[in-house]
């Protein structure tokens, strides 16, 4: 799906937070095109069937061999570096039949902002290598869509467990006073254990699974929360001049992944649900039903740079703002910072007379 300019003919880009569409060529703006129809969430055992497939648009898809990210482009960009982890190690990649996204949260966060951040951020760090600030590339920050799955699914939980009631005995001891033995009475603690059981119902919305090979599940977590509750139904209009990376896990092992989330949720609620003053040996055993999904992209700015051979990401979630980076240690910053504590802590302890210097201490 082509997105020509009304004025040049030129390919228009999505604009962020402007909810328009902008050429890069003549900066002429236009109004987005409304997505067409809503937001559906699909059963999971109809997603064979009923889930639509591709972009909706041409694209060309390339792979990374440095990270083994795989992401579509517009036809027209030449990739040149990896925008996950700033390797060349880039080459064409087949087309594969994957769900459509059925939502996406479009940018609303400008690059300018993004490499603004990116710049207060590494400016203010500490103990990092000085020359890091010209090693980082800023003119590699690329607006990506990274794909995800959501599930919502209806509960049912049942437990067993020991619930323990404290209750308190007077106890005999017997302590010296004087040089005497003596005996003296204290209270102790003590556990009334029972057999305790039960159930739950809840229900789970939009429980999130990232579906990222290019970012890891740390680092999206860094950039949360995405505001779910802003979700537009999918156009590819929202793509047009970024970069949409393709699911790395698919439906069916995503929902594996949110499976074993929701049972470690479920035990923490089925915990607190066990009555009494303390609980041991809890079993929880959790179903999950009317199961259904839906696959979105959540935008991410990303500058991927590259230092001593190792590769380093900054990140800001294009929709709130919020950042998340990191960044090499420099080990002689931390090194002269410790030996700047103990020469401290020794001054402190008056080893260095008032007269003393450093190479007194050295023996000279």
């Not at 009923?50 to 990210?69: L, N």
């Not at 603004?116 to 590494?122: D, E, H, N, T, Y």
């Not at 033995?181 to 305790?196: E, F, L, M």
């Amino acid at each position: 799906m082509d997105f020509p300019c009304p004025a040049c003919g030129g390919q228009l880009h999505w604009k962020p937070g402007a909810n328009a569409m902008v050429c890069p060529s003549c900066s002429t703006e236009v109004q987005a095109p409304e997505s067409e129809g809503r937001i559906k969430e699909y059963r999971l055992a109809d997603a064979a069937d009923k889930a639509p497939r591709g972009w909706g648009t041409e694209t060309k898809t390339v792979g990374c061999d440095g990270c083994g990210a795989t992401y579509d482009l517009d036809p027209a960009s030449k990739a040149s570096d990896c925008p996950f982890c700033g390797s060349s190690q880039i080459h064409p990649d087949d087309e594969k039949d994957v769900i459509r996204p059925e939502s996406v949260l479009p940018f609303a966060v400008e690059k300018a902002e993004a490499v603004r951040q990116f710049r207060g951020w590494i400016s203010g760090l500490w103990f990092r290598p000085s020359a890091l600030k010209t090693a980082a590339q800023l003119e590699n920050i690329q607006g990506i869509y990274i794909p995800a799955w959501t599930f919502d699914a209806q509960s049912y939980s049942q437990w067993e467990a020991e619930s323990g009631e404290y209750y308190h005995e007077d106890e005999d001891y017997e302590t010296e006073e004087d040089g005497k033995t003596v005996t003296r009475t204290r209270q102790v603690r003590k556990t009334r254990w029972k057999d305790a059981n039960g159930e739950r119902r809840g229900a789970y919305d939009d429980w999130v699974v990232q579906a990222s090979k290019g970012l890891d599940q740390s680092a999206l977590k860094g950039l949360l929360p995405f505001e779910l509750a802003e979700l537009k139904a999918y156009s590819a209009a929202y793509l047009s001049g970024m970069n949409a990376e393709r699911y790395a896990v698919g439906l069916d092992d995503a929902w594996v992944l949110a499976q074993k989330e929701l049972d470690s949720e479920e035990r923490d609620k089925c915990r607190d649900a066990v009555p009494g003053d303390t609980q041991r040996s809890l079993q929880v055993k959790s179903k999950y039903s009317d199961v259904r999904f839906k696959h979105l992209l959540l935008p991410v700015w990303v500058a991927a740079y590259r230092y001593e051979g190792e590769a380093y990401r900054y990140l800001v979630n294009g929709h709130s703002g919020k950042a998340y980076g990191d960044a090499p240690y420099s080990k002689w910053k931390i090194a002269g910072c410790g030996l700047l504590v103990v020469l401290c802590i020794l001054g402190c302890m008056g080893f260095f007379t008032a007269g003393g210097t450093i190479a007194a201490v050295l023996g000279r």
